[in-house]
């Protein structure tokens, strides 16, 4: 069964700081790229970051450049996201996502729909 499970959000103060982990299960992981996406209240879908298991390569939305940083345990099948300096506008559930092949260049690896599989979320909240 395939499975991504993200974990580590939780409410945090403006200009804190959360890592966000999904771990993955029920597929060749080296096979996939990885991605971050979140969804805020009444908001549309948005990348924040993608790395691409085969070379390692990583892209960020510029909304979050500079702040995140995605990286991953080959060991433990899991990606992380570590996020600083966090401010209110990053508030939004954050999905991880599997799509098969390489990282794709931007912006179609911001593209949800190229990807195969996909975590229930985590909530981030952060107050002012």
């Known amino acids: 069964e395939v499975q991504l499970v993200e974990s580590g959000g939780g409410l945090v103060q403006a200009g804190g700081s959360l890592r966000l982990s999904c771990a993955a299960a029920g597929f060749t992981f080296d096979d996939y790229a990885i991605g971050w996406f979140r969804q805020g209240p009444g908001e549309e879908r948005e990348g924040v970051s993608c790395?691409?298991?085969?070379?390692?390569?990583?892209f960020y939305a510029d909304s979050v450049m500079g702040r995140c940083t995605i990286s991953t345990d080959n060991a433990k099948n899991t990606v992380y996201l570590q996020m600083n300096s966090l401010k209110p506008e990053d508030t939004a559930v954050y999905y991880c996502?599997?799509?098969?092949?390489?990282?794709?260049?931007?912006?179609?690896?911001?593209?949800?729909?190229?990807?195969?599989?996909w975590g229930q979320g985590t909530q981030v909240t952060v107050s002012s």
């Open positions: 790395i691409g298991r085969s070379d390692g390569s990583t």
């Open positions: 996502a599997a799509e098969k092949g390489p990282i794709l260049p931007p912006p179609l690896w911001e593209e949800g729909e190229r990807y195969d599989y």
